[in-house]
T-cell receptor, first 112, second 115 residues
């Protein structure tokens, strides 16, 4: 049972434009959400996170939005750069838990 | 500070064999988690160890086991390998085990192929 879903396996965006990656979750107990980026032959690296007490968190070109009522979060990258081309994983956790539930990933390609 | 290291990076085994994978966490990190990554399932949690004790376990059969040593290094073992065990196995470390707000740092993974 996939509790965290990324329904778009891939996304292509022109350099300089906005990239929007989406993620849905089913477990209403999740209260902490993270995005990881993964390059080939490397492990995932932490990008940005958000607690359920917030609806937006921003870090440079990266912004994560959380819509708790819709159980939906999104990652915005503005402006997109070719170096952003990677697989992006959405992950979720709940208070007291010691593991993350990951989505299946979205491969972002930024076209120069 | 050195990152999370995993050995070996690549492994080929045949069905029925067993395999042991190793993970060395970042110095000072006491929590080590293991994940399995497959194309259709994304990353799935296997188990977490803290201070040599398994703290949490995912929904995997008993063929998957692990342990942690006093220096926080961890190993995972898969016995009686099946074709479906072919995957990238990722190890992640973090300083402590209380909740998930601490960032996990992932190693590069071990690519296991079962023939």
């Amino acid at each position: 049972d996939q509790q965290v879903k990324q329904n778009s396996p891939s996304l292509s965006v022109q350099e300089g434009r906005i990239s929007i990656l989406n993620c849905d979750y089913t477990n209403s107990m999740f209260d902490y959400f993270l995005w990881y980026k993964k390059y080939p032959a490397e492990g995932p690296t932490f990008l940005i996170s958000i607690s359920s007490i917030k609806d937006k968190n921003e870090d440079g070109r990266f912004t994560v939005f959380l819509n708790k009522s819709a159980k939906h979060l999104s990652l915005h990258i503005v402006p997109s750069q070719p170096g952003d081309s990677a697989v992006y994983f959405c992950a979720a956790s709940k208070t007291g838990a010691n593991n993350l539930f990951f989505g299946t990933g979205t491969r972002l390609t930024v076209i120069p | 500070k050195a990152g999370v290291t995993q050995t070996p990076r690549y492994l080929i085994k045949t069905r029925g064999q067993q395999v042991t994978l190793s993970c060395s966490p970042i110095s000072g990190h006491r929590s080590v988690s293991w994940y399995q990554q497959t194309p259709g399932q994304g990353l799935q949690f296997l188990f977490e160890y803290f201070s040599e004790t398994q703290r949490n376990k995912g929904n995997f059969p008993g063929r998957f086991s692990g342990r942690q040593f006093s220096n926080s290094r961890s190993e995972m073992n898969v016995s009686t390998l099946e074709l479906g065990d072919s995957a990238l196995y990722l190890c992640a470390s973090r300083p402590r085990t209380s909740g998930m707000t601490d960032t996990q740092y992932f190693g590069p993974g071990t690519r296991l192929t079962v023939l």
